[in-house]
Nanobody
Framework: VQLQASGGGLVQAGGSLRLSCVAS????????MGWFRQAPGKEREFVLA??????YYADSVKGRFTISRDNAKNTVYLQMNNLKPEDTAVYYCAAVKVYTYYSGSYYYASSNYDYWGQGTQVTVSS
């Protein structure tokens, strides 16, 4: 599976952006999809993930970010609203093959993901 993320850019605080992540391959629906981000000088951190009908969020983005997917287009979206300067980071999409039920905490760990996109820069100005 190859992932291609896009949609990043510069936005003012309070604004919105939608990131897209297009996946290659025919088994997209069998993968859970996640978004992570990495700010300069910081470790990569979990943002949110979608597996089946369940969505898992980092506390810092609850109520502001949502994830959706279109399996027909092999695409997952990250809608980011009410952006804050602290949301500035490179955003990465990631995919993990789902073989069984995993608890929510499984998706928080970047090490559990099998495939990664190249990242897209999001910059929020104050």
């Amino acid at each position: 599976v190859q992932l291609q993320a896009s949609g990043g850019g510069l936005v003012q605080a309070g604004g919105s952006l939608r990131l897209s992540c297009v996946a290659s391959g025919r088994t997209f629906s069998s993968y859970a999809m996640g978004w992570f981000r990495q700010a300069p000088g910081k470790e990569r951190e979990f943002v949110l993930a979608r597996s089946g009908g369940s969505t898992y969020y980092a506390d810092s983005v609850k109520g502001r970010f949502t994830i959706s997917r279109d399996n027909a287009k092999n695409t997952v979206y990250l809608q980011m609203n009410n952006l804050k300067p602290e949301d500035t980071a490179v955003y990465y999409c990631a995919a993990v093959k789902v073989y069984t039920y995993y608890s929510g905490s499984y998706y928080y760990a970047s090490s559990n993901y099998d495939y990664w996109g190249q990242g897209t820069q999001v910059t929020v100005s104050s």
